[in-house]
């Protein structure tokens, strides 16, 4: 099982970024796929939410009207697209997979985005 996010960098404010998540050894289609994020000394937060089949995204309120979660499940990929970008976004990005009804969970090696004058 893999899961690889790229896309990330160094961005100033207001810039954007789009982030990739690919996704290997798993029934893709079968997972709800999350954003998550940390920064330096803090806890680790649910960014954004995407369900199996895109029916449903959920974002938490720090970045609602400014990220957008998508999928391609032919692609195995789902991707978190960041707008307007605040040197609060400052920090590692990881990609994870969860199935509940199986208890299954996967994350991704992380990505870091700086975003910084």
């Known amino acids: 099982v893999q899961l690889v996010e790229s896309g990330g960098g160094l961005v100033q404010p207001g810039g954007s970024l789009r982030l990739s998540c690919a996704a290997s050894g798993f029934t893709f289609s079968r997972y709800v796929m999350s954003w998550y994020r940390q920064a330096p000394g803090k806890e680790r937060e649910l960014v954004a939410t995407i369900t199996s089949a895109s029916l449903m995204t959920d974002y938490a309120d720090s970045v609602k009207g400014r990220f957008t979660i998508s999928r391609d499940n032919a692609k195995n990929t789902v991707y978190l697209q960041m707008n307007s970008l605040k040197p609060a976004d400052t920090a590692v990005y990881y990609c994870?997979?969860?199935?509940?009804?199986?208890?299954?969970?996967?994350w991704g090696q992380g990505t870091q985005v700086t975003v910084s004058s």
């Open positions: 994870y997979a969860e199935r509940r009804s199986y208890s299954l969970t996967y």
